[in-house]
């Protein structure tokens, strides 16, 4: 397996290969990123696997600067993996200058996790979309647990039409039901066992909502419930699947999707539904 820390030299590298598969991620890996890269690896003869901290997705406040940077570690698990190329810049390799032409995304930028922290959407797109540029990857995976950024980037490829497949993965678990994700690091021994209980919660949503219930008492009453366990709800939303847009009687493919404070981690989840 090969580390690269250069565009220059990643293109290079990948002029060997007759085809590449690409995982786009911020490092700090876990077995999410892992079964990303297990299930690229049969598309294509390369799979390569970027690790970057993107700053234009972060808001002012958030957790740019803690955010955990493991990469010997996040190394090791990708050769275990299987991949075949790491792309680890560093921050002036991605932005040799000042980011002034960025991706606008659709009004989908705009709602729940785009709603709360804005501006995110367009950087996590702008970052994508020159990473596509350096890897030229035929196939893309991105796991379903952040859920609206992959319809973000899905109708960024399809918008723009670039030649690339969008492939969603799902969501992986711990044996309690955590989605894992590289923020439950930041987990106290005591939120860690509260931290299942927002799928719990989507659970119970999702349940409601098969027997027919309002889709506003649903999001009502998951929200309250969280808040009496000590989180601070972001929101609770039962949505349409394809755009995130708020599900009529007709709908019959939706998902119910959620973010919450728990002390100082803003953990997300979400639960596809089929009625």
Request: net charge neutral; proline share 6%; aromatic share 6%.
């Amino acid at each position: 397996m090969d580390v690269i820390h250069s565009v220059a030299a990643l293109r290079e590298r990948l002029q060997r290969e007759p085809n590449n598969v690409f995982v786009p991620t911020m490092g700090n890996l876990h077995e999410g990123h892992i079964q990303l890269v297990r299930l690229a690896k049969p598309r294509a003869a390369c799979t390569v696997v970027s690790v970057f901290v993107n700053r234009l997705q972060f808001g002012p406040r958030e957790d740019f600067d803690r955010y955990p940077r493991t990469l010997e570690a996040d190394c090791r698990k990708c050769r275990e993996a299987g991949a075949n190329v790491v792309f680890a810049p560093d921050e002036r390799e991605i932005y040799p200058e000042p980011q002034t032409f960025v991706v606008e995304p659709s009004e989908l930028q705009h709602v729940l996790d785009g709603a709360v922290r804005p501006g995110h959407f367009r950087g996590v797109a702008t970052v994508v979309l020159k990473l596509f540029n350096m890897v030229r990857p035929h196939a893309a995976l991105f796991g379903k647990k952040d859920y609206q950024q992959y319809l973000v980037l899905r109708d960024m490829v399809r918008q723009l039409a670039m030649p690339i497949e969008i492939i969603p993965a799902e969501t992986v678990r711990a044996s309690d039901g955590l989605a894992l994700s590289s923020r439950n690091s930041y987990l106290s021994p005591t939120e860690r066992a509260e931290a299942p209980h927002l799928y719990t919660t989507l659970q119970r949503a999702a349940d409601a909502v098969r027997l027919g219930e309002l889709h506003g008492r649903v999001e009502l009453q998951a929200t309250q419930a969280l808040a009496a366990r000590g989180w601070q709800p972001d929101y609770v939303a039962v949505r349409r699947q394809n755009d995130l847009q708020p599900a009529t009687g007709e709908d019959r493919r939706l998902v119910v999707l959620a973010a919450a404070r728990l002390g100082r981690t803003r953990l997300i989840d979400n639960l596809e539904i089929e009625l």
